[in-house]
């Protein structure tokens, strides 16, 4: 009686089964990423429908997180009726938020009103989403106290992706420059602790710097408010890479092997895109 190659016809059956069952979601986590938006009115409307329209068909989208301006009316009332017209959708289709505070959200009782609508439980604090855990500081504060809880959570952190998000930049070229607190408090916990990504606003246009020791800095400002035009970088600053006077917003994609950073305008329009690897 001849033998029969069992191995060969086991490994033909697990082949057919695999083909037959469906393949597993994608572990992708997307987050999108909106600043100094917080006009009111038609616009902020417009930028709220268009992100929506933009979650729709990017399901890997967990997130909308805030890079400061939340509200430029200085009214707690009139923040919540914008936020509600604007964004109210995002509870419904299974979007978190993680807001940041900038200069004119602290105005009145220090940001404080914002914090429900912007699932705030601070005002810096740490949230994870997928493989990206985010660490969002306060900008219009930087004092040591803040300093020393960001070099406590940013040493015990094992996430894939580190994710720090404050208003104002550490480094940008338009109506604004580098804020020097940042750099000489944050910056080198930034790189000691293996940030790849800094987000913030403040500057209302569109601008990526290259790394600098391994970290990347992207300024996008341009949720609504009027723009501000790009000028020239001193020398001494991370060579830019790319920059542009431009309503938009960011999207991110991390997968465990990398982070695709996409900006786009109002209209979703492409406008840059980087990779980034761990």
């Known amino acids: 009686m001849l033998e029969r190659p069992v191995g060969r016809y086991l490994c033909c059956a697990l082949l057919l089964v695999s083909c037959l ?15 100094d938006f917080g006009v ?87 949230r994870t989403f997928g493989n990206v855990e985010l660490f969002v500081l306060n900008s219009n504060n930087v004092n040591q106290r803040q300093t020393d809880w960001l070099k406590s959570v940013l040493a015990s952190s ?32 930034f790189e000691q602790y293996g940030v790849q990504l800094v987000l913030s606003g403040h500057d209302h246009n569109y601008q990526r710097f290259a790394p600098r020791n391994g970290v990347r800095y992207i300024v996008h400002g341009g949720g609504g408010q ?21 309503h938009g917003f960011l999207y991110l994609r991390a997968s465990n092997t990398e982070l695709r950073v996409s900006a786009f305008t109002r209209r979703r329009n492409l406008v840059d895109r980087v990779i980034i690897r761990p």
């Open 21 to 35: 069952v469906p393949a597993t979601a994608s572990a992708d986590t997307g987050i999108l990423a909106l600043g």
């Open 40 to 126: 009111g009115g038609v616009t902020e409307r417009e930028m709220g429908a268009s992100l929506r329209h933009f979650a729709a068909h990017h399901p890997s989208a967990e997130a909308l997180v805030t890079l400061g301006d939340n509200d430029y009316t200085e009214s707690p009332r009139a923040f919540h009726s914008n936020w509600t017209g604007a964004f109210g959708w995002l509870g419904g289709a299974g979007l978190g938020v993680a807001g940041t505070l900038g200069n004119h959200d602290v105005l009145v009782d220090g940001g404080r009103y914002e914090y429900d609508e912007l699932n705030m439980p601070r005002a810096r604090y740490r």
């Open 158 to 189: 094992t996430a894939v992706w580190k994710i720090v998000l404050f208003h104002h930049p550490a480094w940008t070229c338009g109506a604004y420059r580098s804020n020097a607190a940042v750099v000489q408090k944050w910056v080198p916990l």
């Open 226 to 246: 009027r723009l501000y035009p790009i000028e020239r970088c001193p020398a001494s600053y991370p060579k830019r890479r790319f920059a542009r006077a431009v």
